[in-house]
Nanobody, 120 residues
């Protein structure tokens, strides 16, 4: 069992920033693809950002969000800047396969999610 755990969500005003963190036991983030997804009310879960040997982002967040990893801390981050109300969603950390594949997946293990709410 691999259980990623997200933290860092909250309520922010439009234009503000948040930094989400993801840690997971039983998984070495330095050797596995990691990703962030989100699910807004009434919508399907969507890909936000992925990190393998390269990075990839959804067009809606490109230039505003950045995924990174700290191998020493075995932690993956999602820096979110210039937040918009449409970014409001539950954000999920996901663990994929061994690095070398696509940053978009597939992903196999999911966290419980952390709520990000952006007010106007």
């Amino acid at each position: 069992q691999v259980q990623p755990v997200e933290s860092g969500g909250g309520l922010v005003q439009a234009g503000g920033s948040l930094r989400l963190s993801c840690a997971a036991s039983g998984r070495t983030f330095s050797t596995y693809t990691m990703g962030w997804f989100r699910q807004a009310p009434g919508k399907e879960r969507e890909f936000v950002a992925g990190l393998s040997w390269s990075t990839d982002y959804a067009d809606s967040v490109k230039g505003r969000f950045a995924i990174s990893r700290d191998n020493a801390k075995n932690t993956v981050y999602l820096q979110m800047n210039s937040l918009k109300p449409e970014d409001t969603a539950v954000y999920y950390c996901a663990v994929g396969g061994r690095m070398g594949g696509s940053p978009r997946g597939p992903y196999y293990y999911w966290g419980q999610g952390t709520q990000v709410t952006v007010s106007s």
